[in-house]
């Protein structure tokens, strides 16, 4: 009787999601062995670890080959295909079984087949998995010889039409680096649009009867799971409560950041913020913030309404090194934060090692990045338990198991500031269908939110990117990005404010931030509306100087960007003929007081006072307004014109007559 062993040659660890097994049958000399082999690649539907092989005792036996074929449909059905060859290396061996196990219950239709035709997979389902076990009828023998089979079945959930694009996010592969080849074929219908974004960059792709064929060889593979967008942009339509109160007994205000433009990735378009706020003004990071005035102990509930447009912009990172880097933006973004602690010698130590100066920007950025995947551990278990303390840099550091999106971005973004790049902090809603792959961890009591680090790569230019899905899905979230990430407020002159949306509670209970996806298209066809309004002194005399009243407001449902006011005069001089006014949000307005001079004291006539507003939308294009207003100048020599002095003689000699008048009366005995 033969002595069976079994092998177990890969150690499953926390969430892993597959793992496999070899059996070896040892016989009499000169005789066959018969090694039963498990898939040489491991696939992770939700995995944040990556499963850690140890060495196979028959991988040298054999040379293995893998063609993998995912074939999309638009009922978001995808089917899988894998055929395989398995070449004996040796005479010694031969291939009589097949087994692997997916982290799933969802694959269905299951299939398989080898030479001799098909055959019957055993399937076993239980505790969240699926178990697939082939018995091979052809036996393959002898050196040189090659063992060709396939399997088949369909999982849905990997492909998934969300609003207005296509997103695919395929199985983490790994433990391919020892096979001979792997090529990986995606195919969609040409009617899911243009490719937004993909990971990793294809290999080569075409379009053929109808359909788009993406693929991926062994080499790009191993960069990380494939995951890919189709479509043109992303629209989600917000409805976002803010709780305010005043406390105290005297008069008081705050200020509520509403949605955001953020250039070329995020376009907002308003459709109502109730009530008006007294005003709207754009801080330093480019946040909106409203200001709502409190009479004592007065609450007050403001609701905002509309949509978010998110586009897929140029990430081709430029070469450019530390030098080539704004001394503006390193000035203001490099510095030490409450949770960014940029000075301590551990947060240094690491940001010395990382930052090579022989490296451009992108490719120490890439470092850090890999640094905190691998370093930090999602820690599922602090997610559900509800007690997200926010740690910090330097104790992400030390307590690597204990992370969660904030300490991923944290960690990010201080080493990134002490290696001298500017970085930020990014809070936001992320859309997520699988919580273990892509989880949200950012909590404000009724609402869950997400945070990730965003940067500045010269030529580039801010570049957000997600080393918390990163490290939990296997994908990478700096090469490419996505179009899941609605930013609500950036982070850079602090680390802890704004308050994103969904922070202005009075009961924690409250569900205040609503996100959908929305099919309204045209929406990103409103654009800004501008009004110019200029009021001139009433009595302007020459050679004293007068002012004049300027008021640029936005009217319109969408941003005005690089907003310009010209002023022309022709009498008069302007001290400042430009207004530089930068960006107005829906309902923001801009006022200036705009002093005019008088070239002598012999200047007379009628002012008129031109002002010409330009701006861009969110696309570039020139939006623009006019206004004017007039008033007489007089010389100081001549101050009132004839008509002006009949008028004033009358009104002089009706006071004389009327006094005498009076004078006569009481005069009288």
């Not at 091979?136 to 969300?162: C, D, E, I, T």
């Not at 850079?492 to 949306?501: I, M, N, V, W």
């Not at 002598?600 to 031109?610: C, I």
Request: glycine share 6%.
């Amino acid at each position: 009787m033969p002595k069976v062993a079994t092998v177990l040659f890969a150690k499953r660890k926390t969430r892993t999601r597959l793992w496999r097994d070899v059996i070896f049958v040892e016989s009499k000399p000169r005789s066959l062995k018969a090694a039963v082999l498990f898939a040489l690649i491991l696939f992770f539907l939700a995995s944040p670890t990556l499963l850690k092989t140890g060495k196979i005792q028959a991988a040298g036996e054999f040379k293995t080959s893998y063609d993998t074929f995912y074939n999309v449909e638009e009922n978001e059905e995808v089917k899988v295909t894998q055929n395989i060859t398995i070449e004996n290396l040796t005479s010694r061996y031969y291939v009589p079984q097949y087994k692997f196990t997916i982290g799933s219950e969802s694959p269905k239709n299951v299939t398989a087949w080898d030479s001799t035709g098909s055959i019957t997979p055993k399937v076993q389902r239980e505790d969240g998995k699926t178990l697939i076990t082939l018995d091979f009828r052809a036996l393959v023998v002898g050196k040189g010889n090659k063992l060709n089979f396939g399997v088949s079945y369909n999982f849905p959930g990997l492909a998934n039409r969300n609003g207005l694009i296509w997103e695919i996010n395929l199985l983490k592969i790994t433990g391919i680096a020892d096979l001979s080849y792997y090529n990986l074929t995606v195919s969609v219908p040409t009617s899911f649009g243009p490719p937004l974004f993909q990971f990793p960059s294809p290999t080569s792709q075409e379009v053929s009867n109808q359909r788009r064929l993406i693929k991926f060889n062994k080499a790009a593979l191993l960069q990380g799971a494939p995951r890919m967008g189709f479509g043109k942009f992303q629209l989600y339509e917000l409805v976002l409560t803010y709780h305010l109160q005043n406390t105290r007994i005297g008069l008081g205000y705050t200020e509520i950041v509403i949605p955001s433009d953020i250039p070329e990735y995020q376009e907002i378009i308003q459709k109502s913020l109730l009530p008006a706020p007294v005003s709207i003004r754009v801080d330093n990071d480019g946040n909106y913030l409203a200001r709502y005035n409190l009479r004592p102990l007065e609450k007050k509930e403001v609701v905002w309404e509309g949509w978010a447009a998110l586009y897929y912009p140029d990430r081709d990172f430029a070469t450019d090194k530390l030098a080539a880097l704004p001394p503006e933006l390193v000035s203001k973004y490099t510095g030490s934060q409450k949770y960014w602690e940029t000075e301590e010698i551990e947060i240094k130590a690491e940001a010395a090692q990382l930052a090579d100066p022989k490296l451009s920007v992108a490719e120490i950025l890439q470092r850090i990045y890999t640094f905190v995947t691998g370093k930090l551990s999602y820690d599922f278990k602090k997610l559900e338990s509800g007690e997200l303390v926010r740690l910090g840099a330097l104790t992400a550091l030390s307590q690597t198991d204990k992370a969660v999106c904030m300490e991923y971005t944290d960690l990010f973004v201080a080493l990134a500031r002490a290696a001298g790049i500017p970085a930020r902090e990014v809070n936001g809603f992320a859309y997520t269908a699988d919580d273990t792959n892509r989880p949200l961890s950012l909590r404000v009591e009724g609402d869950v939110l997400h945070a990730w680090p965003q940067v500045y790569i010269p030529g580039t230019g801010w570049t957000m990117v997600d080393p918390t899905w990163g490290s939990t899905s296997g994908s990478n979230y700096f090469s490419a990005f996505d179009l899941s990430h609605l930013a609500f407020v950036v982070k850079g002159e602090s680390s802890e404010y704004p308050l994103p949306a969904g922070s202005y509670k009075i009961d924690p209970n409250q569900k205040d931030v609503e996100v959908s996806f929305s099919t309204e298209e045209d929406v990103i066809t409103k654009k800004p509306k501008l009004q110019a309004e200029v009021t001139l002194a009433k009595f302007i005399l020459s050679p004293w100087s007068a002012l004049a009243r300027v008021i640029v407001s936005n009217t319109g449902d969408a941003t005005a960007f690089s907003t310009q006011a010209g002023l022309e005069s022709n009498l008069l001089g302007l001290e400042d003929p430009t207004l530089e006014i930068g960006t107005l949000p829906p309902g923001a307005s801009a006022e200036y007081t705009v002093r005019l001079t008088s070239p002598s004291p012999w200047v007379k006539g009628e002012e008129k006072l031109k002002v010409q507003v330009s701006a861009q939308d969110f696309g570039g294009k020139e939006v623009q307004a006019n206004q004017e207003d007039t008033e007489l100048v007089r010389p100081l020599y001549w101050p009132l014109q004839i008509q002006e002095i009949g008028i004033a003689a009358g009104f002089g000699l009706l006071i004389f007559l009327s006094r005498k008048i009076f004078l006569a009366r009481i005069a009288k005995p």
